[in-house]
């Protein structure tokens, strides 16, 4: 009697055990396809506008000026006025400094009273020739003495020929003490004072004209067919508080550095308000081409598949993979023929928890 009691008990607890352990695993069934209609994957997006992009190539340079001369003194004497100082501004032909002028003014007179004698003396042979010649018409006088004074005239040509030819040394020996400048600018250097001894060939002032400068570059050869004359350049100088510069570009080598291999540029920048000084370096951001009114994806946001290329479009709460064409690629910038419109939002960060169709939540939007 006993033994039956227990085989009794001891089914009804393995009746109840099955029962529960049944009903737990239907829960848990039901808890975890809660889940996967319930998983959502945060990314980043963007919305897709029309507009302006550019192909920038980077570059550094230092600033050069538009003009440069080494001002050299073309006598020997000493300084008896010093008209411009470091830092003045002069125009072309301003005298920047005197040498003792009185032996070249002295030399200069004297070739001028040469001139004026020759010229009297030619003149009076002149009239003397003509005389002869009215003489030698009517057998008054010979052939030969008509022809000494034809010579005579010839010898008071050269004579008068190289006394204008003395004069003209002279004057530019007295010009000379006069220092000055071929070209208008700012005086950048100066070495020569007041009282001094100055030897010709001595090199005493640089005048530098700023008013536009230059940057020399080197463009690698595969992007060298995309410059061209009066492309733009935005030249940012760090010296003057990152202020950015509008710059041109205005010449192109045909021929590459044997050294570098790269194609020498030279872009010209304004320099309007004369806060720009030479030797500066700049940051240059070269734009070699642009398009507006582009519809355009960051080059991150492509997924690529068996040669085709996508993005995830999000509508409503899920994104789905969507085919494109693309065109040009600008930089980080990739255009987009076709595929995509106005206003549609795109992911760009989070692709890679994606399938064909996935419910996301948007962390951030551009």
Do not use: H, W
Request: with cysteine.
């Amino acid at each position: 009697m006993i033994y039956k009691i227990f085989t009794v008990i001891f089914i009804f607890s393995f009746f109840f055990i099955g029962c529960d352990s049944e009903n737990n695993q239907i829960e848990q069934g039901k808890e975890s396809n809660n889940n996967t209609s319930t998983d959502v994957v945060p990314v980043e997006a963007i919305v897709i506008k029309k507009r302006k992009i550019e192909q920038k190539l980077p570059l550094t340079g230092v600033l050069l000026p538009k003009n440069s001369v080494d001002i050299v003194a073309e006598v020997t004497g000493k300084v008896i006025s010093v008209k411009k100082e470091l830092g003045d501004y002069i125009n072309a032909n301003n005298t920047l400094a005197v040498i003792d002028y009185i032996v070249p003014e002295s030399q200069l007179k004297q070739a001028e009273a040469q001139v004026l004698s020759t010229e009297n003396n030619l003149k009076i042979v002149e009239s003397n020739v003509k005389s002869d010649k009215t003489l030698f018409g009517t057998g008054d006088i010979s052939e030969l003495e008509y022809q000494n004074s034809l010579l005579t005239v010839n010898n008071a040509e050269a004579q008068y020929l190289s006394a204008l030819a003395a004069l003209s040394a002279a004057k530019k020996t007295f010009e000379d003490t006069r220092i000055k400048s071929p070209i208008s600018g700012i005086v950048s250097r100066k070495n020569i004072e007041f009282g001094t001894m100055v030897a010709m060939g001595t090199s005493v002032y640089r005048v530098v004209d700023i008013s536009v400068l230059k940057l020399r570059v080197s463009v690698p050869q595969e992007m060298i067919n995309r410059v061209k004359i009066n492309d733009k350049a935005i030249v940012t100088i760090s010296a003057i508080e990152g202020k950015s510069f509008d710059g041109i570009v205005k010449r192109i080598s045909p021929q590459a550095d044997e050294a570098t291999g790269g194609f020498a540029i030279e872009i010209n920048v304004p320099n309007k308000e004369n806060i720009i000084k030479a030797g500066m370096t700049s940051k240059i951001e070269l734009i070699l081409s642009k398009v507006e009114n582009a519809i355009a994806i960051p080059d991150y946001a492509l997924v690529t598949k068996n040669d085709e290329n996508y993005v995830y479009i999000i509508t409503g709460d899920f994104a789905e993979l969507t085919r494109i064409d693309i065109g040009e690629t600008y930089g980080e910038n990739i255009v987009v023929e076709s595929g995509l419109s106005i206003n549609d939002k795109i992911v760009t960060v989070g692709m890679k928890n994606l399938g064909i169709k996935t419910k996301v939540s948007i962390e951030q939007l551009n």
